[in-house]
């Protein structure tokens, strides 16, 4: 079996089921974990947003159509205040706990606090469980080049299966 890696992130085209799967294992992670995921928001079943939520309970909004911002993703204005009150506390390394990061991607990598606070966990003792948009700028594919970091690409395929994967790397890297 290929060496462990502490840092494992799965990635996928859009809608192939990455957050799905993260949820899957945070549901039967019975380790202690911080950290965020994803969510899209639909009104009348058109995407409007996306929701950050984090795993003690709290959440805003990473995008939102009605989000004025300089920073935008096609109609959806991203809101960095929340990204940088939210997301980064979440992903700050605690003790040995796993840390969840969903997502590295285009609009949580408009700021900066967020992309110190990422490399922060990935560096750290923690586990990071996350994903990782496809494709990317240099930060991105800096990100994806970490000796530390293993990919899983996600596919209709193997994305049912992929929550108990992880969750045996998540057990084998706790007993190293």
Do not use: W
Request: charged share 25%; proline share 3%; glycine share 6%.
């Amino acid at each position: 079996m290929a060496a462990l890696k502490k840092n494992i992130f799965l990635t996928g085209a859009p809608s192939s089921g990455k957050t799905t799967v993260i949820k899957k294992v945070i549901s039967k992670l019975n380790l202690p974990a911080a950290g965020f995921y994803t969510e899209e928001e639909r009104i009348e079943g058109k995407r409007a947003g996306f929701l950050m939520k984090t795993l003690d309970g709290k959440s805003g909004y990473l995008a939102h159509q009605d989000i004025k911002s300089s920073f935008h993703i096609r109609r959806y204005g991203v809101s960095i205040e929340n990204i940088e009150a939210i997301a980064v506390p979440s992903i700050t390394p605690v003790n040995r706990m796993i840390i969840i990061l969903d997502e590295i991607g285009k609009m949580e990598c408009f700021s900066e606090n967020f992309k110190r606070a990422a490399i922060h966990s990935l560096n750290s003792l923690n586990t990071v469980i996350g994903t990782i948009t496809l494709g990317g700028d240099d930060f991105i594919l800096r990100v994806k080049n970490r000796d530390d970091l293993e990919i899983i690409e996600v596919t209709e395929d193997n994305r049912d299966t992929l929550p108990a994967l992880l969750l045996e790397k998540i057990a084998a890297l706790q007993i190293r």
